[in-house]
Each structure stands twice: as structure tokens, then as C-alpha cells.
């Protein structure tokens, strides 16, 4: 979208509802460096700007910043919404267009489900390291003397702290 000047003569200063860039910033928590960038990307554009040359935004540039977000949570880089605008905007078809979203979406989701089945069994080994240690209050020995950790299988996350010699691996003497 072309910006165009706005004639503070007319209306004198800003026209109501449009936003400076910081107050643009504020509004969706993001940094006006940031904003500049997205700018630079051609992910975001000003309406217009004002006699002083300061960029300014319709209030739905906050959406757009927003999406922005949501898709980079989603694990886009920047450069990848640049490009997946552009192929956007390429595309003919709304069928089109929408099936390479959908087939973008897919892949992401198909990502975060393998995240957080990744991180739902980290989260197990956590949980079984902090209950482990949780029963160790009295110990006065080193974990691999004490009777009552010898006594069950230290979970994965600990079971380097848990040797006979005390030391974590590759501190053993080679004979």
C-alpha cells in the first residue's frame, strides 16, 4: 500500500483514529525497531504520513502486527511470512492460495504436536528427578554411598550424579 502525505493544513495534525508508530508500538507490545523492520519487509506499511514525515498507522495495523506474532509463535521467521505473503499475493486462486496455507498449517501443527511430545517426556523425567530428590532430605553421603538412593534406580536426569565413585563420567582413571 502507497502512503500519502497528509496535509496538516486541512485537518491540523494527525487525522483522528491514525497512530504514530510509537503509540502503534505500544499498543501491541512490540518495539518501534521492530515495527521498522516489519516495515523494511513489507510486512507492515504506514497509511500516510504527516506533514513531519512520521509514519502513520490505521488501528488495524495492530492485527496485522499481531498475526505477525501469532505466525512467528508459530514458528515462522520473519523472512518466511515474507515469502509466504509474496507467494500469497502470487497466486491466482483463492483455492489456491488456500490450500498452500493449509498445507503450511499442517506442517507447523504436525511440528508442535512433535514438541510438545518431545517436551511432555522431558517433563515426566523432571517430574521423577524432583520426586526422587524430594526423598533425600537426610542423606549425609554422597548420592552413590547412600543406602536409600542405592536402594532404586535414579531417574535418567540423575542417574549421572548417582555412580559408585561419586565422579560423573570420564573423570574414572584408565588402567
Given at each position: ?104 498449517f499442517r506442517e507447523r501443527l504436525a511440528q508442535t504436536d512433535d514438541t510438545l511430545r518431545r517436551l511432555n517426556t522431558l517433563r515426566g523425567e523432571m517430574e521423577a528427578s524432583l520426586e526422587y ?43
Amino acid at each position: 500500500m502507497a502512503t500519502t502525505p497528509f496535509d496538516e493544513k486541512s485537518g491540523g495534525g494527525i487525522p483522528p483514529g491514525l497512530l504514530r508508530i510509537g503509540e502503534l508500538a505500544q499498543r501491541v507490545g512490540k518495539t518501534v525497531r521492530a515495527l521498522h523492520l516489519y516495515e523494511d519487509l513489507g510486512l507492515l506499511q504506514p497509511t500516510s504520513r504527516s506533514k513531519g514525515r512520521f509514519r502513520l498507522y490505521d488501528p488495524s495495523a495492530a492485527d496485522r502486527v499481531l498475526w505477525i506474532g501469532k505466525l512467528q509463535e508459530m514458528g515462522f521467521s520473519l523472512t518466511e511470512i515474507q515469502d509466504f505473503l509474496k507467494n500469497w499475493i502470487q497466486l491466482k486462486s483463492a483455492p489456491s492460495a488456500m490450500k498452500q496455507i493449509r498445507e503450511l498449517f499442517r506442517e507447523r501443527l504436525a511440528q508442535t504436536d512433535d514438541t510438545l511430545r518431545r517436551l511432555n517426556t522431558l517433563r515426566g523425567e523432571m517430574e521423577a528427578s524432583l520426586e526422587y530428590l524430594e526423598q533425600c532430605h537426610q542423606c549425609t553421603k554422597a548420592m552413590a554411598e547412600c543406602e536409600a538412593c542405592a536402594s532404586q534406580k535414579a531417574p535418567r536426569l540423575l542417574a549421572e550424579f548417582h555412580r559408585k565413585n561419586g565422579k560423573p563420567p570420564g573423570t574414572e582413571p584408565q588402567h
